[in-house]
C-alpha cells in the first residue's frame, strides 16, 4: 500500500517535471531557439549551451513526469538551475521585478535537492535501471 510520502514525492515529481518542460518548451516556441541562444550570449554564456539546455529541461521534464530515473534527473537539472539562479541573482529577490528574481531557481534547487532525497514516491515507471537507484530504509 503507497503510504502519504509517496504521494507526496508524487507531486513534487509532477511539478518539477511540468516545471522543466514549460520551460524547455517556452525557449522553443516563445523565445525560439536562435533567441534563447542570443539570450544566452548575452548573458556570458557559449550560445550553444542553449541547445544543450532546451533538449535537457524537456527531457528531464519528460522523465520526471514519468518518474524514470528521478533521483538521477533530480540531480542533473542542478547545473540548469544553478545557471538559472547566475542570471537571476543580480536582479534582487522578488520574481516579479524587472528580469526575474532569484527566489524562484533557488527553491527549484531546494525541491530538486528533495526530490533527489525522497525518490520517485508514487506510480513511477518501474524500469531495470532503477534497481541502480538506492534501496529504501
Same mark, same amino acid.
Given at each position: 500500500?503507497?503510504?502519504?510520502?509517496?504521494?507526496?514525492?508524487?507531486?513534487?515529481?509532477?511539478?518539477?517535471?511540468?516545471?522543466?518542460?514549460?520551460? &524547455?518548451? @517556452?525557449? *522553443?516556441?516563445?523565445?525560439?531557439?536562435?533567441?534563447?541562444? +542570443?539570450?544566452?550570449? $548575452?548573458?556570458?554564456? /557559449? !550560445?550553444?549551451?542553449?541547445?544543450?539546455?532546451?533538449?535537457?529541461?524537456?527531457?528531464?521534464?519528460?522523465?520526471?513526469?514519468?518518474?524514470?530515473?528521478?533521483?538521477?534527473?533530480?540531480?542533473?537539472?542542478?547545473?540548469?538551475?544553478? &545557471?538559472? @539562479?547566475? *542570471?537571476?541573482?543580480?536582479?534582487?529577490?522578488?520574481?516579479? +521585478?524587472?528580469?526575474? $528574481?532569484?527566489?524562484? /531557481? !533557488?527553491?527549484?534547487?531546494?525541491?530538486?535537492?528533495?526530490?533527489?532525497?525522497?525518490?520517485?514516491?508514487?506510480?513511477?515507471?518501474?524500469?531495470?535501471?532503477?534497481?541502480?537507484?538506492?534501496?529504501?530504509?
Amino acid at each position: 500500500m503507497t503510504n502519504s510520502s509517496e504521494y507526496g514525492a508524487l507531486i513534487l515529481r509532477l511539478a518539477l517535471g511540468v516545471m522543466y518542460l514549460a520551460h &524547455g518548451l @517556452l525557449k *522553443v516556441f516563445v523565445f525560439t531557439l536562435p533567441g534563447t541562444a +542570443a539570450f544566452f550570449a $548575452g548573458q556570458g554564456f /557559449p !550560445a550553444w549551451t542553449a541547445y544543450v539546455v532546451v533538449a535537457a529541461e524537456i527531457l528531464a521534464g519528460i522523465a520526471l513526469i514519468v518518474g524514470f530515473q528521478v533521483r538521477l534527473v533530480a540531480i542533473a537539472g542542478l547545473p540548469i538551475l544553478l &545557471g538559472a @539562479l547566475l *542570471v537571476h541573482l543580480p536582479n534582487g529577490w522578488v520574481f516579479s +521585478a524587472p528580469n526575474g $528574481g532569484w527566489e524562484y /531557481p !533557488a527553491f527549484l534547487i531546494v525541491a530538486s535537492v528533495v526530490q533527489a532525497l525522497v525518490g520517485a514516491g508514487a506510480y513511477a515507471v518501474q524500469w531495470p535501471l532503477a534497481k541502480l537507484q538506492p534501496a529504501r530504509a
